[in-house]
């Protein structure tokens, strides 16, 4: 009555109803599979079967065709033609090199394929000219004493028969050397084609004998897979067979396929022998069989020798022991479907009261009422589960003050956190829109994000908006100074030229990971920086010069002193000894020490005047009366050099220069002759007035000057040498001294003048002299002019 009272609960009949619906349909379900599954396991494993021996035998076909294929073209190679015609051989022999030449192709050949045991070339009367062996599996040429003749073979008289183009295959048997088998014993299958030159003349056989382990090895393989045994047939009726257990045992004779008649039907033998493909169920056995296909290539006999046919026939019961065992799986799940649906009713009664307070206290805990307990009773594991689930949420209830203790205590640190970022910000703010200099936030697409009022004032001007303007504007050359300071790990820093001031700029890239690159700019008048350094500099280099000239001066006087006076002494020697007689050599030497004294005297007198103070005596003079002498003591050299010389004033009247007409005509001469020796082929030179200057004189103020130039078409002067062309023994001419034109510059600077130079090279050089006109002298003229020398010449 207990029992009975217990089935008609609501979880009972629920049970029973779950049951019955899920069961019925399960058990005809597994029926309906059992049976099908069965069905389509058999078809499919049947398939298998011959599909399988359908792809060894494609597989075999596929390999004959293409050994057929490789002895064809050798057949047919112009190198085969050529040495086994006419040309090649001596009484019907060939000679060595036409014989080596095919022992290395056919050795290759042979190398290629591993099943090829040998490889021949016979002539029409059947003996051999060449043959590669197959030995501890290299490729070995036989020598001619070795050669046999093969005429009384079978497969000689049988290849001969065959038409050009055809291959002959023959019969499986063992290889006979010497008219006995070969030990051990050799199963091969020979290929042979004729060998026809281009007039249908046969030259004879290209035979290859192929190992029969390579259709041995597949048949067994077939055996060994499936644990039964492979049969090789001839259309003749004589098979070969190989079984698993067996394997490496048989022997390679040929037997009748009659001695099968009592284990397979006749039928079944007349079909395969035939050359059908099918699978058939016998009582104990499945056979699958298929016939070996073979190109058309391949030459076809009257006795059928060389169609084969491949059998496997292994037994039914190693095929079908899945489908026993499934029959077997299916009974046991039905078994555990019964048991399981027993005891799942019996448990159900017992878990289901615990089970709900559990689902009852945890909907609580799911609301947050962490304080909830359930109560189970006894020992079991839903009573353990119940003292977890309630030492779970002792511990939930714990973590969740705790969490609740830990947020408050987060967000008054959040609330203080932000409060001091509030107050750093309000000062870094206030620092940069303050500071003296210029900070510029740029993006990654160069556009100005942020900057402080020095940045504006710097890069804009009053008035002018900076946010939002790509800085490219202000800094053509920006996408480069980007590139290389984002390759740093600290600010890269050059000057900007901006709105007539010097700006050091200096970029440092924003540390992101992952993002494209933003910069920081911050910018810094330097102007008055720069001139001072650009001041202590020119004073540097004053100072340099200074204390070079006064060492000079020093080794000018010492030089005049040792070697000016014994220099007099030798010339006044050279002079008597040329008064007196003496031969013509002697007179030639003499005078050439003269000139040689001379030079060095003059050389001498020009260092002297360059390093010692010379006395000056500035007058009135005019530069037309100077040029007269300069053209009249260069006219020779220039005309020897093809070069013209010029003076065109700017105006008609030119006003009185104040100077000294010799030192005047000094520096003029220097000049000019500097250009000649810029112009070995040839070309002109340019004197004339430019316009009217102001000059700083230390005595009398403001002083009115004019410009004059002289420029030449010459070979022009490289950047790297003109800062240099006015330094003391600088030259870049082999016979130069280099003084010329460092005494132009002192004679200038004496005078209260300037001289600046510009050069290109291969366009000329242009010398402009700023000088002091004649105290009551009139520069008014001249001061509408334009210079000629205005392509940025350097001030020396």
């Known amino acids: 009555m207990r029992l009975l009272a217990r089935l008609t609960g609501l979880s009972s009949k629920i049970y029973i109803a779950f049951l019955v619906a899920a069961g019925v349909p399960m058990l005809v379900a597994g029926l309906a599979g059992i049976y099908l599954s069965l069905d389509a396991l058999r078809q499919e494993a049947l398939g298998h079967l011959e599909q399988e021996v359908r792809s060894r035998v494609v597989g075999m076909g596929h390999f004959f065709d293409q050994l057929a294929s490789e002895l064809l073209y050798l057949s047919g190679s112009s190198l085969l033609l050529d040495v086994a015609g006419p040309a090649t051989t001596v009484e019907g022999r060939l000679s060595a090199q036409a014989r080596a030449r095919l022992e290395n192709d056919y050795a290759a050949f042979a190398r290629a394929y591993p099943y090829i045991y040998q490889v021949r070339f016979v002539d029409t009367s059947g003996r051999e000219i060449v043959r590669i062996d197959r030995r501890d599996d290299q490729p070995v040429v036989v020598p001619r004493y070795e050669l046999q003749n093969k005429s009384d073979r079978y497969y000689i008289h049988d290849a001969l028969a065959l038409e050009a183009g055809q291959v002959y295959m023959s019969p499986l048997d063992l290889n006979v050397e010497h008219g006995r088998v070969e030990l051990p014993e050799r199963p091969v299958v020979r290929f042979a084609t004729p060998v026809v030159d281009s007039g249908g003349n046969r030259l004879g056989l290209l035979i290859v004998n192929l190992h029969a382990a390579y259709i041995l090895g597949q048949i067994e393989e077939m055996a ?279 700006l050091s700029l200096g970029i440092a890239p924003v540390p992101s990971a992952g993002y494209p690159v933003e910069f920081i700019l911050v910018l810094r008048d330097v102007t008055d920086e720069r001139r001072v350094q650009d001041e202590r500099r020119e004073l540097d280099r004053h100072m340099f010069q200074m204390e070079k000239m006064s060492a000079l001066g020093e080794i000018a006087m010492g030089l005049a002193h040792e070697i000016g006076n014994p220099l007099a002494g030798i010339k006044s020697l050279v002079q008597l000894l040329l008064e007196d007689e003496c031969s013509d050599r002697q007179r030639e030497y003499l005078s050439l020490a003269e000139d040689e004294i001379n030079r060095l005297s003059t050389f001498l007198r020009t260092f002297n005047g360059f390093a010692a103070p010379q006395e000056m005596h500035p007058v009135a003079c005019r530069l037309e009366q100077a040029l007269d002498d300069i053209f009249l003591w260069t006219r020779r050299e220039a005309t020897a050099c093809g070069v013209t010389i010029m003076y065109a004033p700017c105006c008609e009247r030119v006003p009185e220069l104040w100077a000294d007409p010799w030192q005047l005509k000094q520096m003029l001469l220097n000049l000019v002759i500097n250009a000649i020796h810029a112009m070995p082929d040839g070309g002109s030179i340019s004197i004339g007035m430019c316009s009217g200057a102001r000059l700083s004189d230390p005595e009398r103020g403001d002083v009115p000057a004019v410009r004059f130039c002289v420029r030449d078409s010459g070979i022009g002067i490289a950047p790297e040498v003109l800062s240099r062309i006015f330094d003391p023994f600088f030259t870049t001419r082999p016979d130069g001294s280099g003084l010329g034109l460092a005494v132009a510059r002192k004679i200038v600077q004496q005078h209260g003048a300037a001289i600046r130079v510009d050069s290109t090279p291969g366009h000329g050089t242009c010398f402009e002299l700023t000088w002091p006109v004649a105290p009551g002298a009139d520069a008014t003229p001249m001061e509408s002019a334009g210079s000629l020398c205005q392509r940025g010449a350097q001030h020396v």
């Open 224 to 502: 060994g897979g499936r644990g039964g045994v492979a049969y090789l047939f001839d259309r003749s009726g004589f098979y070969l067979s190989r079984s698993a257990e067996a394997s490496g045992s048989e022997s390679f004779t040929m037997r009748s396929a009659e001695a099968l008649a009592t284990f397979l039907p006749r039928p079944l033998l007349a079909r395969i022998v035939g050359g059908q493909r099918g699978t058939e169920v016998l009582d104990d056995w499945i056979v699958a069989h298929a016939p070996i296909a073979v190109s058309q290539t391949l030459a076809k006999r009257s006795d059928s020798s060389m169609a084969w046919s491949v059998a496997l026939a292994f037994p039914k019961n190693r095929l079908f022991e899945a489908l026993f065992n499934l029959y077997f799986l299916y009974g046991l799940l039905a078994l555990s479907l019964l048991i399981t649906a027993v005891g799942g009713f019996m448990l159900s009664r017992h878990l289901l009261r615990p089970l709900t307070l559990l689902r009852a206290e945890t909907e609580e805990i799911a609301r947050g009422n962490f304080t909830h307990r359930v109560e189970i009773r006894g020992k079991d594991e839903i009573a353990d589960l119940g003292a977890c689930f309630n030492a779970m949420a002792g511990r939930l209830e714990h973590l969740y003050q705790a969490q609740e203790r830990r947020k408050n205590e987060l967000e008054a640190e959040v609330r203080a956190r932000t409060l001091d970022l509030e107050r750093e910000r309000g000062q870094l703010v206030t620092v940069i829109a303050n500071t003296a200099d210029g900070i510029v936030s740029v993006g990654v697409d160069g556009r100005v994000e942020l900057a402080n009022v020095a940045a504006w004032r710097y890069l804009c001007g009053v008035g002018e908006g900076l946010v939002g303007r790509s800085i490219r504007e202000f800094c053509a050359d920006w996408d480069e100074y980007a590139a290389k300071a984002s390759s740093r790990t600290v600010a890269w820093n050059f000057d900007l030229r901006q709105n007539g001031r010097t």
